[in-house]
């Protein structure tokens, strides 16, 4: 394997990293490496020197491509996110920049898009791939979990955590400690 | 072999064996002490070697790393295929979200009316 396509795996892996990175932690505070890391990736895989040798160059070529529309998709997606009344009220104008880069993403897509009945088969295939792989996943993830020991039952608290937990839940209740 | 029913073959495979790589790499992306990915890691790395030989059988290439890198990039190409799906889906979920009207929370309304709130 040459160099500039050994490039365009590494930096595929390294924005997967980034990316399960970023997943991990609270939602209000992500893991700070996270996107960093994806853009590292991402700059590795599509800044080269040199054009990657077959089948790494259809790779890149078709990255590239999708990345047309997949850019104003990500970054609408992200603002209608921001701006729907999920957790909050509605912000209007996170809102509605985002539905415009929605609708410039998909007249994007549409202005290069070509569809053939062999496609449909094709993606029909691709989410039976996909699927399969998950179900593997799956099924590793409850056998290994199966396998694990039982932890032992644990012990009731002492009176000492009993009286740490009680003034925890009295703090948070804003309740005085003194009767 | 019929080319559409090749195609479909080499997509099901790039697909399988490019997901179970994204499974390992998300693996070592949140590896933590209660992590336990030794099996997982081995199942997906099976789908990767098995998709790799069907791959190679299919397109009549020996298994090797070459077929290797042509079954990733065959994923690739098939997952491009179908993220526009994908976001069609999405776009669904996002009008439905931008749309709806938050059911009035009584504790927060609560916390609006006291003074020195936002």
Redesign the interface.
Known sequence: ?SLW?AQV?LG??IT??????H??GPAFRRHPFGIPVALLGLAVMLFRVEKPPH??S??VA??MD?AMW?LP?LAG?AL??M????YW??RLLP?LV??AL?VV??YQ?YSV?SVAL??A??????????T???A??A???R???R??PQEPETEPLSEKEKKYVESVLRRHLEVSDEP | MNPNLELAISAFAGSAALTSLFVILTLIGTLNPYHRPAIPILGASFVIFASTYLFAHIVGIPANSIALRLTMSEGVLALLDIIPIAFLLCTFMFLQASLRKRPEDPLLALLESEPGSE
């Open positions: 394997m396509a795996w595929m892996a997967v990293i980034g990316i399960g990175m997943r991990t089948p790494e259809e790779v078709a990255t999708a997949l998709a997606s209608v996110l701006g729907a009344p999920l009220r509605t809102l985002g539905w929605i993403a998909w897509y898009m062999s496609d088969l094709r993606g029909v295939s691709t989410l039976l791939g996909v399969l792989a998950l593997v996943f099924l590793c993830v056998t290994a979990e396998m694990t």
